[in-house]
């Protein structure tokens, strides 16, 4: 079973080390030693907490419905304006996300560099890669 140094799980649950060492002390997630003695955190067990902690984030009142359920909060990157499309792109995380929309959408929603968004995914055909 693959398992995770404290600073390889922050940085997939996107937050700091100094986050993911708290959450660890504080129980919230298992630790144990690995051969050279770092804290390091079972693929499983990340996996469950991954999920938990996701799920304790959706209380927020201003979230919109929607039927998309991968979000992606982040911050606005950049914006490319065309006559009738747009190209917008959201860092989230170590996420970068890409959306093509029109224009017209991105000035509605008044879209701008350096604010926060949520980029939602829905798919039919999600490619995953084994890292």
């Given at each position: 079973?693959?398992?995770y140094?404290?600073?390889?799980?922050?940085?997939?649950?996107?937050?700091?080390?100094?986050?993911?060492?708290?959450?660890?002390?504080?129980?919230?997630?298992?630790?144990?030693?690995?051969?050279?003695?770092?804290?390091?955190?079972?693929?499983?067990?990340?996996?469950?907490?991954?999920?938990?902690?996701?799920?304790?984030?959706?209380?927020d009142?201003?979230?919109?419905?929607?039927?998309?359920?991968?979000?992606?909060?982040?911050?606005?990157?950049?914006?490319?304006?065309?006559?009738?499309?747009?190209?917008?792109?959201?860092?989230?995380?170590?996420?970068?996300?890409?959306?093509?929309?029109?224009?017209?959408?991105?000035?509605?929603?008044?879209?701008?560099?350096?604010?926060?968004?949520?980029?939602?995914?829905?798919?039919?055909?999600?490619?995953?890669?084994?890292?």
């Open positions: 079973m693959q398992s140094t404290i600073g390889q799980a922050a940085r997939l649950l996107g937050v700091s080390p100094d986050t993911a060492r708290r959450w660890a002390d504080a129980g919230r997630v298992e630790t144990r030693r690995d051969e050279s003695g770092r804290r390091v955190i079972d693929g499983t067990s990340l996996a469950a907490f991954s999920v938990e902690l996701a799920q304790s984030e959706d209380g009142d201003d979230v919109s419905y929607t039927s998309a359920r991968n979000a992606f909060p982040g911050i606005v990157t950049a914006i490319k304006l065309g006559d009738v499309a747009a190209q917008v792109t959201i860092q989230a995380g170590p996420h970068r996300l890409v959306s093509l929309l029109t224009r017209e959408a991105v000035e509605e929603l008044g879209l701008e560099v350096g604010m926060q968004a949520t980029a939602r995914v829905k798919s039919t055909n999600v490619h995953i890669d084994r890292t």
